[in-house]
């Protein structure tokens, strides 16, 4: 960093990210990022994984005068897109392109012309007179078409006087291709009756009788091959911000002009009030302005319990809407968001650098120039001793071709984005490449107890009835009841009334108390279930028995249901978040692998140590 770098305080930087195109390989990325350090004030990490740049840029330079500076490099470069919510045309257009299918058909083709000729030139049984010529008009398809567009990136590369890995695949092949067509025109391997069997080193003398043409197919296929696995590997990792991004609705019902109007998301602006109705997404960030309901964020949070809100709560986007309708009024939009904030703390970790990676960047910046260095020392050493110059040939290709995948140089920042974007299908956030990298120092690991050692979905428990009720038809009642509702809960508690192959009544007159319960009539029975202040205001009160089963569930860190009907409380359901069948396993071997678990949970103590006792999790 410049001295003028220096003086500029990081208040003063704008970050501008841009999409690089035309990066074959990790030297590509070392001599962007120089190119572009080289700007006053400008630092720049290029990723070759994920073909991005992030710049942190004075006001002075503007992104015309960074993508001049790409480009001057020769490539070319465009502003990326702002990270917030996918609207549906967002969505469709990203599904359609697939950059890794023309790649494919390039490397099936090439693999279907390439396996007869190293066939014909690795098994003598399978030649006959003039099979060179056969492995000619097999080989030269490949090793033009197929390699192409390694012959394009060294070719530009050359224009700019540098060298990358595609410089040292372009000149293996064609110096292999070169020799056979030497051999084959010019020397004796076009005769008829050649034979061409394995070995492991030229033998002396052979000189022009031997051709190198499945050298040249074979080395096209490979590369073509490593190249498809990693475009591959890169579409699927960045599948994760798409789905991260997908989770957010796609349009919303805007009140403006004094009536409803649907919309994109991306059309919404700070202070619009929107509607939210029962089973919808909230569209954006905000807070609620009309009426009350429970929002379901376990798609964020992992939390199966739905949040009671009412006006003045805040909401956040993607969550869902499970019960009453809302009136929110938008606060944050587009890359604002609390969920876009999510997608751009993985769109950072696969972006950055961990410092493996920035070594690998530097041994690639000068790893080229001295492979190329060391083949044409490697042939003049052994024309110079005096050796056949088609051995000299095959040590000096050798050199070349041994180098081209340069596994450090491409494997560090896929594996990095390959990690990271797992990680975000699997639910975990990883902040950064460094954070990636130090996992190998970490001794002690802490896992949430909601949706993590448990299912995060919630399931029946357990059913106490009051003195002299039969517990069937409790839960048939409460079941019937909570059929007609959509919340986790009510599901739940159908669910579990279910079982055994039950059916439930239908419900008549149902109502919905937001945040208290539920009321409807069941089988000429007028039902209550929901909280024990509902009861009350209904004129039932629990008894001991009841209250002891409430207070005990509570303490476990359950959900009890209170259930009444004819101006009664007749029982408790209970239900709650279950713990998940593989998580013993887990911890188990977890412990293995010399981590210590622990569990953190916002439920009381009891419930923690309940949940902890029973997969095996020792007290802190």
């Known amino acids: 960093m410049s001295a003028t770098d220096e003086r500029i305080g990081t208040a003063d ?27 006053d004030g400008v630092t720049a990490t290029v990723n070759y994984a994920t073909e991005l740049a992030k710049i942190h840029a004075p006001d002075s330079v503007s992104t015309d005068d960074l993508v001049a500076q790409v480009e001057s490099a020769g490539y070319t470069a465009r502003p990326a897109r ?34 007869p000729v190293i066939l014909l030139a690795m098994v003598p049984a399978l030649q006959f007179d003039y099979w060179q010529w056969l492995s000619l008009t097999l080989a030269a398809p490949v090793v033009t078409w197929g390699a192409w567009p390694f012959h394009r990136a060294a070719w530009l590369n050359l224009r700019h006087a540098t060298a990358t890995m595609d ?48 050298v040249a197919a074979g080395v096209t296929t490979f590369i073509l091959a490593g190249r498809y696995f990693e475009a591959r590997a890169k579409r699927r990792s960045g599948a994760a911000l798409t789905a991260l991004l997908e989770l957010g609705a796609k349009d919303v019902g805007v009140l403006r002009d004094g009536g409803e109007q649907r ?46 809100v009412g006006p003045g709560d805040p909401v956040t986007g993607a969550t869902v809407n499970a019960g009453g309708r809302l009136v929110v009024r938008a606060t944050r939009i587009g890359s604002d968001t609390q969920l876009a904030q999510i997608a751009r703390l993985v769109q950072d970790a696969q972006s950055g650098k961990a410092p493996v990676q920035r070594l690998a960047d530097r041994i690639s910046a000068v790893f080229v120039p001295i492979v190329i260095a060391l083949a044409a020392a490697t042939l003049g050493f052994w024309l110079g001793v005096g050796e056949d110059p088609s051995a000299a040939f095959t040590a000096a290709v050798a050199v070349l071709i041994i180098a081209c995948p340069c596994a450090l140089g491409l494997a560090t920042p896929t594996a ?41 979905t919630m399931a029946l428990v357990d059913v106490v009835p009051a003195r002299g009720v039969d517990r069937d ?63 009350i205001d209904s004129s039932m009160h629990l008894d001991d028995h009841l209250r002891a089963a409430k207070d005990t569930a509570e303490a476990a860190g359950q959900t009890p249901i209170m259930v009444g009907w004819d101006g009664q409380a007749r029982g408790v359901v209970i239900v709650a978040d279950t713990i998940k069948p593989t998580s013993a396993t887990a911890i188990n071997e977890l412990r293995q692998l010399g981590l210590r678990p622990v569990l953190l949970t916002g439920d009381n103590r009891r419930a923690a140590e309940s949940v902890a006792d029973e997969v095996g999790i020792e007290p802190a």
């Open 167 to 214: 410089t040292l695949i372009s000149v293996g092949v064609l110096a292999a291709f070169g020799w056979s067509l030497y051999a084959l025109f010019l020397g004796d391997a076009g005769e008829p009756g050649m034979r061409h069997g394995f070995m492991w080193t030229a033998e002396r003398d052979m000189g022009s009788s031997l051709v190198y043409l499945e």
């Open 13 to 39: 930087l704008t970050e501008v990210d841009l999409v690089i195109e035309g990066m074959t390989c990790s030297s590509c990325a070392a001599r962007i990022e120089k190119r572009l350090n080289k700007l």
């Open 473 to 535: 038809e409790l839960l048939h009642l409460a079941g019937s009841l909570e059929d007609a509702s959509e919340h986790p809960i009510a599901e739940a508690i159908a669910d579990g009334a279910r079982i055994g192959g039950r059916q439930l009544s239908p419900v008549d007159s149902f109502a919905n108390t937001q945040g208290l319960g539920v009321t409807g009539v069941v089988d000429g029975h007028t039902v209550v279930a929901g909280r024990e202040r509902f009861l």
């Open 416 to 456: 990095i984005m390959v990690g990271t974007g797992r990680g975000a299908q699997l639910g975990i956030i990883i902040k950064g490449p460094e954070v990636l990298e130090s996992t190998r120092r970490v001794d002690t690991i802490v896992l949430d107890k909601t949706g993590t050692v448990t299912t995060g």
């Open 263 to 308: 919309i994109a998301v991306g059309e919404l602006a700070v202070g619009d009030r929107f509607v939210v109705r029962p089973g919808e997404k909230v569209a954006t960030d905000g807070v609620v302005d009309e009426g009350t309901s429970a929002i379901d964020a376990s798609l964020l949070t992992g939390e199966p319990v739905p949040v009671e």
């Open 82 to 115: 702002t990270m917030g919510l996918q609207s549906d045309d967002d969505a469709s257009s990203s599904d359609e392109v697939d950059e890794t299918l023309p790649l494919r058909n390039r490397l099936i083709t090439s693999a279907v012309l390439a396996v």
